[in-house]
Structure formats: C-alpha cells, structure tokens
C-alpha cells in the first residue's frame, strides 16, 4: 500500500510540475516581449533624468555636467524674480484650466445627446467624425487653423460678409487663449465622448422602461437616470485630470503661437524651449522644467488619491 501510495503520489505531482514549468516559460517569454519596450524606456526616459542636475550648475558645454560649476539653487531663485517666469506659469494655469473644464463639459453634454438619438446608422456616423480628428496631428491642424483664422481666412472673410470687422485672431491677445482652448476642445472631444457613451451602455434599460412607465420624459430620464448612472465616470475623470494643470499643450501652442502673443500664449513648455534650445540658457530651463515635474508629480499623486476616495479607481 505505501508502495502504491508513494508511486500515485509522484504520478499526481508529476503533471503539477509540468505545469509549473510551463508557467516559468510563459512568463519568461513574456518578459522577453516586454525586455525591449523596457529597454527603450531605461534609454529614453530614466537615463535623460540624470541631466536634471544641471538646474543646480551653470552649465557650460564645453566641460559638461562633471566639470560646470555649481550654484546650487540660483536658477531657481533667478526663475522666481523674471517677470516672465510668473506669467508664463499664470499663462499655463489658465490654458489648462479652460481645457479641463471645456474638456469635461463638452463630451457630456455631446455624449447625451447621441445617446438619445435612436437612428443607428446616423449615430455611428456622427460618431466616427467628431473622433477624426483625435487622430490628427497639431503639426497638420496648427497649419490649418492659422490658415483659417488669419486675418485673411475664412473666418474673418465670413465676418466681413456678415458686416462685421476683421480680427486678427492669431495677434490678439485676447482672442488666442480662446482660440487654444476651443479647438482643442474640438479636437478631443470624440475621444471623451466614446469614455462617456461606454459608461453609459452599464445603465440598466430596466431603468429608462420603469420610468416611463412613471410618465417621465426623456429629458426627467436623463437627469434622474443617465446622469447619476455616469457620475462616477465623470469625477474620475475629473480628478485624473487635475494632473494635467501644468500640461497646457505644447504641440499646439508650439504650431499655433508667434511672438505677438507670447504675453497670453507662451507656456512652460515652450518657454522651457526657447531658453534651453534657442537662447542656449540649458541651466535655466532645466530649473523650469524640473519645477514643473515635481508639482505635475505632487498634482497626479493628489489626483489619484482623489480618484481613489471618490470614484474607488485604483492602479496599485
């Protein structure tokens, strides 16, 4: 019997061994498929991270990082007492804030309204084109929209026939946030509103029948239904992109701006490109930068922790 038992016992383990080991391989090879994305990563991403010490140097180029000076933080103070350092951070916190909040009022109110159109055929065709241009490039839209709104485009041609005057939209200081906030709202709003018509596919129909049942309308429907159904959705979206407070757009404003707005137009990122790559002040405009990673970093850990307090998301 202890014979018998021990030679059924390693036919039993034998299999869960197999088993075993073909977990290890898989695993293996699917580290193997991720070991260059990781690699591209640690190359691209981390090892560039080490450069961030010459916001603490004057950097010369000629010496490198290893022989320029140090100046502790001197670039920070510098970056604190230029006049342009303080608009260019006001110029971002609010080309960001209006596309956040845009960003969030758009999707939803289009989301509900193709949420209640009943032809299929039409949804989905109207569907397809307001995400179009998610996919486009700022360098190709940057073009077209100067073209559009300059003082000789279709905009202001369309003006001039309806008896008003010209304006220079892509001069204006007060017209140019604007500008960026609407057609990025533009831009990305079919992308937001697929999140929202998804969420709104979870909503039992159940719901919308014993409603009507009630006598309630489609628009008492969609206040006491369809809106809390996508509530949570909606905070945590809001919340994730309190991260993006400092992420204005580069791509955009980089394609759209000129000199004549860089009072209401020039941001983090592009005045980081200027000082760093065309004015040559590298120290300087890595102080700038690292300032702004290390609030976007604060920001997406409150915006996270939000997340998770408010609409139960979590990524660890």
């Known amino acids: 019997m202890n014979r018998t038992g021990v030679s059924m016992g390693r036919q039993l383990q034998a299999p869960l061994r197999q088993s075993r080991a073909r977990q290890r391989l898989n695993g293996m090879t699917y580290h193997m498929m991720l070991l260059p994305g990781m690699i591209m990563l640690f190359i691209f991403a981390i090892i560039p991270m080490f450069g961030a010490v010459m916001a603490f140097q004057r950097f010369i180029p000629a010496k490198g990082i290893g022989g320029s000076p140090w100046i502790g933080l001197g670039n ?21 804030a209006g596309k956040i909040i845009l960003g969030l009022i758009a999707p939803i109110v289009f989301a509900l309204l193709l949420h209640e159109v009943r032809v299929k055929l039409f949804k989905s065709t109207v569907q397809t084109i307001v995400y179009l241009p998610h996919f486009m490039s700022w360098v190709v839209l ?3 929209l100067t073209m559009i709104f300059s003082y000789d485009g279709m905009v202001n041609n369309l003006l001039e026939l309806l008896g008003l005057e010209r304006i220079m939209f892509m001069a204006s200081n007060t017209w140019f946030r604007p500008l960026l906030i609407v057609t990025d709202t533009w831009k990305e709003f079919g992308y937001g509103t697929i999140i929202y018509l998804a ?10 029948e014993s409603a ?7 628009w008492k429907q969609m206040l006491n239904i369809t809106l809390p159904g996508i509530f949570p959705t909606i905070i945590l979206l809001g919340t994730l992109s309190l991260g993006n407070v400092l992420n204005a757009g580069f791509d955009q404003v980089f394609n759209m701006y000129n000199p004549l707005v860089y009072e209401t137009g020039d941001i983090i990122d592009t005045f980081v490109y200027r000082m760093g790559l065309i004015n040559m002040q590298y120290s300087f405009a890595t102080a700038v930068g690292l300032m702004k990673s290390v609030i976007s970093f604060v920001l997406i850990i409150i ?8 609409a139960g998301y979590r990524i660890f």
């Not at 009507?212 to 489609?218: C, F, I, P, T, Y």
């Not at 915006?303 to 408010?310: D, E």
Request: net charge positive.
């Open 142 to 144: 940057g073009t077209m």
């Open 199 to 208: 969420a709104l596919t979870a909503i039992n129909p159940a719901l919308y």
């Open 76 to 96: 920070f103070t510098y970056m604190l007492q230029l006049p342009d350092s303080r608009q260019i951070f006001v110029n971002t916190l609010v080309i960001a």
């Open 303 to 310: 915006s996270y922790r939000l997340a998770a307090k408010y």
């Open 212 to 218: 009507a049942l009630d006598g309630a309308n489609r």
